[in-house]
């Protein structure tokens, strides 16, 4: 990808409608809700133009403040491209405080009741966050370490090398139980270990690096979409609306296209904004029926045995058994067992008659149908996913 290099005439913003993604203000859904949107301005207005609570998930990555003091350079005396730019420059502490207060509230607002937010940060800015997160009523869920597999060495000798960065999960506030948690699909992810807190990914390089016409990176601080893939898998679902305050080159536009997610970006750089534009519509978004994620039972819908006898896949007077078919149970009108006079619910008999405290009568009892046995619980992914049956 070919784009000016900062500080170059930006060129025309274009819309990219072909390709799902526009920049400018002319495209809204029904809810005014500006989907697949890079939105260039200020993020704190143009994120007071949005409808409140529109939002399912944030990823911020704000600033830093790296408090840069002259030229730093390799043991070779080469000058390494390190972040000067204004964006990350502020005058004091308390001038960065006020201006994450001013976003931190800007994001809340956009948050809907069960929304999370992710803000990535080093040791310059994350501690400060945190304590803003806070006070301003979000519930922090998680601190993720994200370990990076090549960090830049610490030249002068003189500090530890800097290997990490930290991002805060939280929940819009303490009150926000219901926010999207992907475990089981995380564990899967994660080859059917619970996902831990410490991430391992490489930084940003290579080809995903996007250069200026000069050769040089683009933006100092590009994220790598892995690490956005992993937060995406882990806090959404197809279709969630991802709104970015910092937008920068675009990697949460990219992989929110790629995954299946809507997302909108806030970029106040046009040139940014332009390049994130370019890289986004080249983005060849996965097939629907691959976004599905794990879940585990307890996420899907409830539904009692009594429910079958409804839907007519089982009947009054039918006989339920085993595997082997040596224990039986009689099935009675109101979803209830008779085994020889011991009456109850599937659990219930299906313990009584093997003489357990307790049995999980769904993959225990089964049906003949066609001349085989059939697991009931196959009778109820049916009813869940009628479409299969």
């Given at each position: 990808m070919r784009v000016l290099r900062k500080g170059a005439a930006a060129r025309p913003i274009h819309h990219l409608s072909a390709a799902g993604v526009t920049l400018g203000t002319d495209?809204?859904?029904?809810?005014?809700?500006?989907?697949?949107?890079?939105?260039?301005?200020?993020?704190?207005?143009?994120?007071?133009?949005?409808?409140?609570?529109?939002?399912?998930?944030?990823?911020?990555?704000?600033?830093?403040?790296?408090?840069?003091?002259?030229?730093?350079?390799?043991?070779?005396?080469?000058?390494?491209?390190?972040?000067?730019?204004?964006?990350?420059?502020?005058?004091?502490?308390?001038?960065?405080?006020?201006?994450?207060?001013?976003?931190?509230?800007?994001?809340?607002?956009?948050?809907k009741p069960n929304g999370t937010i992710w803000v990535i940060g080093s040791y310059h800015n994350i501690f400060r966050v945190g304590t803003i997160l806070q006070d301003q009523g979000y519930w922090i869920l998680n601190d993720i370490i994200w370990?990076?597999?090549?960090?830049?060495?610490?030249?002068?000798?003189?500090?530890?090398?800097?290997?990490?960065?930290?991002?805060?999960?939280?929940?819009?506030?303490?009150?926000?139980?219901?926010?999207?948690?992907?475990?089981?699909?995380?564990?899967?992810?994660?080859?059917?270990?619970?996902?831990?807190?410490?991430?391992?990914?490489?930084?940003?390089?290579?080809?995903?690096?996007?250069?200026?016409?000069?050769?040089?990176?683009?933006?100092?601080?590009?994220?790598?979409?892995?690490?956005?893939?992993?937060?995406?898998?882990?806090?959404?679902?197809?279709?969630?609306?991802?709104?970015?305050?910092?937008?920068?080159?675009?990697?949460?536009?990219?992989?929110?296209?790629?995954?299946?997610?809507?997302?909108?970006g806030v970029e106040r750089d046009p040139i940014y904004a332009q390049a994130a534009a370019d890289r986004i519509a080249a983005v060849e978004p996965a097939r629907p029926e691959s976004l599905e994620l794990m879940r585990s039972k307890k996420a899907e819908a409830r539904i009692p045995f009594g429910s079958l006898l409804e839907a007519g896949l089982v009947t009054a007077g039918e006989l339920l058994s085993d595997a082997r078919g040596r224990l039986t149970a009689v099935v009675r009108a109101d979803g209830s067992l008779d085994a020889k006079g011991t009456v109850g619910s599937i659990h219930r008999v299906g313990a009584a008659v093997q003489a357990l405290?307790?049995?999980?009568?769904?993959?225990?009892?089964?049906?003949?149908?066609?001349?085989?046995?059939?697991?009931?619980?196959?009778?109820r992914k049916q009813m869940r996913t009628p479409d299969a049956a």
């Open positions: 495209h809204t859904d029904a809810d005014g809700i500006p989907l697949d949107r890079i939105l260039v301005g200020d993020c704190v207005a143009e994120m007071s133009k949005l409808p409140a609570a529109s939002v399912d998930v944030i990823f911020a990555d704000p600033p830093y403040n790296l408090q840069l003091e002259g030229a730093l350079r390799r043991p070779d005396q080469s000058l390494v491209a390190g972040v000067d730019d204004a964006w990350d420059q502020f005058d004091s502490f308390e001038a960065k405080d006020a201006f994450t207060r001013a976003w931190l509230i800007a994001s809340r607002r956009q948050l370990r990076k597999m090549n960090p830049m060495p610490n030249f002068k000798g003189r500090r530890f090398q800097n290997a990490h960065e930290t991002l805060i999960w939280a929940a819009r506030s303490q009150e926000g139980k219901k926010y999207t948690f992907n475990y089981d699909a995380m564990k899967t992810f994660n080859e059917d270990l619970q996902m831990r807190s410490d991430w391992m990914t490489p930084i940003c390089t290579g080809l995903e690096r996007i250069k200026d016409d000069d050769g040089a990176k683009l933006h100092p601080t590009q994220k790598p979409e892995s690490l956005l893939y992993r937060v995406m898998i882990a806090s959404t679902a197809p279709g969630d609306v991802v709104l970015d305050p910092f937008f920068g080159t675009g990697t949460t536009g990219a992989v929110a296209r790629r995954l299946g997610r809507h997302f909108i405290d307790a049995c999980n009568g769904w993959v225990f009892w089964h049906v003949m149908r066609n001349g085989k046995r059939v697991l009931i619980d196959d009778l």
